[in-house]
């Protein structure tokens, strides 16, 4: 019988992480000229069909990441690039494609292609080295792009702890009837009746099957901005955000940058971020770490490079020296 693992509230610390490391870019500029910078040290590959993946948000809400920098990135970067979404395995703003795209279009996603990618079907990816799945259900329009820039809103998660590059493309590329539902619900179960560490592993599975079908042409940035403990999926209900604002990550690996994401958080004090670590612990979300190294999608062990400061090599705790508590 397969089991998941267990420990997975229990947080890392670097030096006892094992293996290579990986380069983890970081800038404090939280503007579209930071999203711009940011990306241009990760985006060489991102060519040909690029898709965006990003959490386009339920209505009005209130933390995603700003549509001016998205639209400003797309303009003077990726001019022929689509935002891509699936369909929520949730009734809601985003349940169906109708309401999907009533939705994109409160939101403001309006300066650019957006493409749901299950709106006409599914397809199967495999999973290589999976204990949970041979293969994934992802959007079929998935197939249909030579490349992929993950561009995530990093936060918490009601269910995942925290949702960083992973669970944008291990829960947001699966399609909202299959994909979601093999990853969040056992046969005869209630709709959510997989979680903790196993529910972590399942979605890292079907990240990295979207992972090896883009191979070298997919790279991924997180934003650690109004980081409340909910997701985007829970629109204007998201619990007030309360940590601290840090800056923008990116990084060809996809396991360094939401190790970095988690150890930026970690370097905060207790009183910047009591909030978001009891959300991680609580959910055993650090499994999604260990998880991701142990399949051998990435190292989570990096050199994270200041960009803001010659590309001076710092640590978590220099990222975050003189953090203000935030404002909404």
């Known amino acids: 019988m397969t089991e998941a693992a267990t420990g997975g509230e229990r947080y890392i610390p670097f030096e006892e992480r094992d293996g290579e490391t990986s380069t983890v870019y970081f800038t404090r ?18 060519t040909g069909k690029v898709a965006i993946k990003l959490h386009t948000g339920e209505p009005d809400g209130p933390n995603i990441i700003p549509r001016p920098w998205v639209q400003a990135l ?107 539902r093999d990853i969040h619900t056992r046969p005869g179960g209630g709709q959510w009746s997989i979680d903790r560490e196993e529910l972590h592993e399942r979605f890292s599975e079907s990240a990295k099957a979207t992972c090896d079908y883009f191979g070298q042409g997919i790279t991924f940035v997180n934003v650690l901005r109004n980081m409340s403990v909910s997701c985007d999926c829970e629109g204007t209900a998201a619990a007030p955000v309360v940590t601290p604002n840090v800056g923008i990550l990116a990084s060809t690996d996809i396991v360094a940058i939401d190790a970095a994401s988690v150890d930026l958080v970690y370097a905060m004090s207790a009183e910047d971020n009591h909030d978001l670590v009891e959300r991680i612990e609580t959910r055993h979300g650090h499994r999604q770490i260990s998880y991701m190294h142990e399949l051998g999608m990435g190292n989570w062990r990096y050199e994270l490079v200041d960009i803001d400061n010659g590309d001076a090599v710092i640590q978590p705790a220099d990222a975050v020296e003189g953090v203000v508590p935030f404002e909404a």
């Open 74 to 180: 797309i303009e003077e970067k990726l001019p022929d690039a689509t935002i891509v979404e699936t369909n929520a395995y949730y009734e809601g703003g985003r349940y169906t494609t109708e309401q999907h795209r009533e939705t994109i279009a409160t939101n403001g996603w309006t300066f650019a292609p957006v493409d749901i990618m299950d709106e006409e079907g599914t397809a199967e990816i495999p999973v290589a080295g999976g204990k949970w799945f041979d293969h994934m259900t992802v959007g079929s329009h998935m197939l249909n792009y030579d490349s992929m820039l993950v561009l995530t809103h990093f936060k918490g998660h009601a269910m995942g702890g925290f949702g960083g590059s992973n669970k944008n493309i291990g829960i947001g590329c699966a399609d909202g009837r299959i994909g979601k």
């Open 29 to 46: 500029d939280l503007s579209a000229e930071g999203l711009r910078r940011a990306f241009e040290r990760v985006g060489g590959n991102i």
